[in-house]
């Protein structure tokens, strides 16, 4: 079946980067892949550097016009975004399911949390104030305003392809800026359908804008381009650190959200059946490839023989397959690239003396997709790759440790610190973990952080700024003061 022939609305399908109000082809046709049959799905056109450039002046004129729109309006038209998004869910989950594999039950969610952000930016839009204040000269006034940054240039991830747009690019709009989208090359086609409807909702030609391309390429120009005044990007540490120091030339504004290593703690008195239940729930959501999901499950030894077994329960019955079907747990890994990553990992930890309880292996050949069996790994060490590293795959591992003490240093023991989860029921431990965890987000009996009015962000190398809730508007704003004299009392 095609692509085309899965759709209701079958113009969602769109294969071209939109700049200015229009489609624009590019060049060549890079392969777009199902990663659950590897069958092409589409081709997508370079637009190179020349087409980022377009879309960057096409940004830098529009904002001109969009920051003096009235924030009421620019809030009914996220409106009217946000409601042919939710008209058009069952679509847009399609091709997530087609372009980057999790199920649909998981791709009609990621839908709703992404339209989530466009709702709460919004209504956040008409709250963007300032404050009056006394300054300490006699006969002034003082007071704050926010205006919005200007041009934004983002680089959105392949696991999230509509949400990690829609919770950068609400925001922004809402505050007056306008963007240059360039999504991840895996994961086209859920980008250009939101800038598709983004259209029909009426927001302005070169306000919103989705290059695609080589990267490498398009990302030294949008961090040089003087236009852009901020850049926003999710995806590894790595690559963020690279954006940072390509847009400190011109000392532009950053928000990245970097790679975690998230660490799941079960203490003593934590209930063991909804600790299990959260692992599944935060470590094998998107088949593990999420930045918060847990990367090592650390429990306290007197529980954690109950607990190996209560979570094998659960990980030996997960089922891996193609998205679209309806008894599918797990989809497909992004691509075969990260099944051979994942078990190196998986094998690197059985060579460090882990032992493995259920899964570990590819099943590339049984499922004829990019497919890693779900897997428990008890044991090893602290210091072997799967405890240091993102696994980004459905592998969940578990280490024992004696006190609350060892748990917390074992815990921070990663220059990463976006989130992290504990279970227990003691109050006092509650205060204690989460005060002493260096992690910008903690579950405490919950196994999921975001949403759109809560501040998403990390510590150290796990980024910078925070997306989501009044913050995430703030993010795309300047804060200027205005001292007035000569007032007559």
């Known amino acids: 079946m095609s692509v085309a022939d899965r759709l209701k609305d079958k113009t969602l399908y769109r294969t071209a980067s939109f700049i200015d109000g229009a489609w624009v082809q590019g060049e060549g046709a890079k392969p777009i892949l199902n990663p659950a049959n590897n069958e092409m799905i589409a081709e997508i056109g370079d637009v190179g550097a020349d087409g980022a450039r377009s879309a960057i002046a096409a940004a830098a004129t529009a ?8 924030p009421f ?54 709250r963007i104030h300032g404050e009056t204040m006394q300054p300490p000269f006699p006969n002034s006034r003082g007071w704050t305003i926010h205006q919005p940054v200007g041009v934004v240039a983002c680089i959105t991830p392949w696991n999230f392809p509509n949400a990690m747009i829609t919770r950068k690019c609400a925001p922004a709009l809402a505050a007056g800026c306008t963007m240059v989208i360039k999504p991840a090359p895996e994961t086209p086609l859920s980008a250009l359908a939101l800038a598709e409807l983004a259209r029909r909702a009426g927001i302005p030609d070169g ?51 970097l790679g975690g290593n998230a660490p799941f703690i079960v203490m003593d008195d934590a209930d063991i059946e909804a600790a299990a239940d959260g ?50 747990d797990l989809g497909p890994l992004i691509h075969h690239e990260a099944v051979a990553r994942v078990d190196a990992l998986v094998r ?20 004829g997709g990019a497919f890693y069996a779900p897997t428990l790994i008890e044991g090893g060490n602290p210091t072997m790759d799967l405890a240091c590293f993102e696994i980004f795959g459905p592998v969940a591992s578990i280490y024992r440790l004696d006190t609350e003490d060892e748990i917390l240093r074992l815990a921070n023991d990663t220059p990463y610190g976006l989130a992290a989860y504990v279970y227990t029921r003691d109050v006092n431990r509650v205060y204690r973990i989460t005060e002493g965890l260096d992690y910008g987000m903690i579950g405490v009996n919950a196994p999921m952080v975001g949403s759109a009015s809560t501040p998403f962000g990390g510590m150290k190398e796990s980024g910078i700024g ?16 205005v001292l007035l004299g000569g007032v007559e009392a």
């Not at 690197?348 to 499922?367: C, H, M, Q, W, Y």
Request: hydrophobic fraction near 45%.
């Open 207 to 257: 306000v919103f804008n989705v290059i695609c391309g080589d990267a490498q390429v398009l990302g030294p120009v949008m961090t040089g381009a003087p236009e852009v005044k901020m850049i926003g990007f999710t995806g590894s540490t790595a690559v963020g650190k690279l954006l940072m120091r390509q847009a400190a030339d011109g000392v532009k504004r950053v928000a990245l959200e």
């Open 73 to 126: 309006e620019r809030s009914k038209l996220l409106m009217r975004w946000h409601q042919l998004i939710l008209e058009n869910a069952a679509d847009l989950a399609v091709l997530i399911t087609l372009e980057m594999g999790k199920t649909q039950r998981e791709a009609m969610g990621e839908v709703v949390y992404g339209a989530a952000f466009i709702e709460w930016s919004a209504e956040e839009a008409k």
């Open 279 to 328: 692992v599944i729930a935060s470590k094998f959501r998107v088949s593990g490839q999420t930045c918060v999901s847990a990367n090592r499950i650390i429990v306290q030894s007197g529980i954690a023989d109950r607990f190996v077994a209560a979570l094998e329960a659960r990980v030996s019955k997960l089922k891996p397959g193609d998205g679209f079907d309806g008894t599918s």
């Open 63 to 70: 904002f001109e016009t969009w920051k003096r729109i009235s």
């Open 348 to 367: 690197n930890a059985r060579e460090s003396g882990a032992r493995i309880v259920t899964g570990g292996k590819p099943l590339v050949d049984e499922l």
């Open 466 to 481: 925070r997306e989501g809730g009044k913050w995430g508007v703030e993010e795309f704003s300047e804060l200027k003061y």
